[in-house]
């Protein structure tokens, strides 16, 4: 029996994403970090002085998982809360030193092990696959959306 070709993306794209997250786990566990903390970090060190809310939502995780995080974190010295200032009801987020160390640290070895997955393939052909990728991912989105 012949499978749909659209069927067939749909399976070399689930395959494909999954192979870069089992490889980015790979790398961050070597510094200590599951995914979802190291996005953290990286949405805390791209903006100092958020709320957890907005953490939250950049983090596409509900309030009260981020916050157990953030106290996680808080707990190894790599995050710091201080209440807000002019309203002391509310709490902003930023990195400490450690933080931001094990944040940079963690993202350089990504962002190497990210070229080296793609060193073989000619810049034109990574250039075409985005523009591709691009493409198809609008193209999903508006049917999602109707």
Do not use: C, W
């Not at 009260?64 to 790599?78: D, P």
Request: proline share 2%; glycine share 4%.
């Amino acid at each position: 029996m012949d499978i749909p070709i659209e069927e067939q993306l749909h399976h070399v794209l689930n395959d494909l994403l999954l192979t870069h997250i089992a490889i980015d786990k790979t790398v961050l566990a070597r510094h200590g970090l599951r995914r979802v903390r190291f996005y953290m970090l990286r949405h805390l060190y791209q903006n100092p002085g958020i709320s957890i809310t907005r953490l939250s939502e950049l983090s596409f995780t509900d309030a009260a998982s981020t916050s157990r995080m953030v106290t996680g974190l808080e707990k190894e010295g790599l995050v710091r809360r201080e209440m807000k200032e002019g309203d002391r009801r509310f709490f902003v987020l930023s990195l400490t030193e450690a933080g931001k160390a094990k944040y940079e640290a963690a993202n350089a070895e990504l962002q190497a092990d990210i070229q080296e997955r793609f060193a073989n393939i000619a810049p034109d052909a990574l250039a075409n696959i985005l523009q591709e990728v691009r493409t198809l991912n609008e193209t999903i989105g508006r049917h999602h959306e109707e």
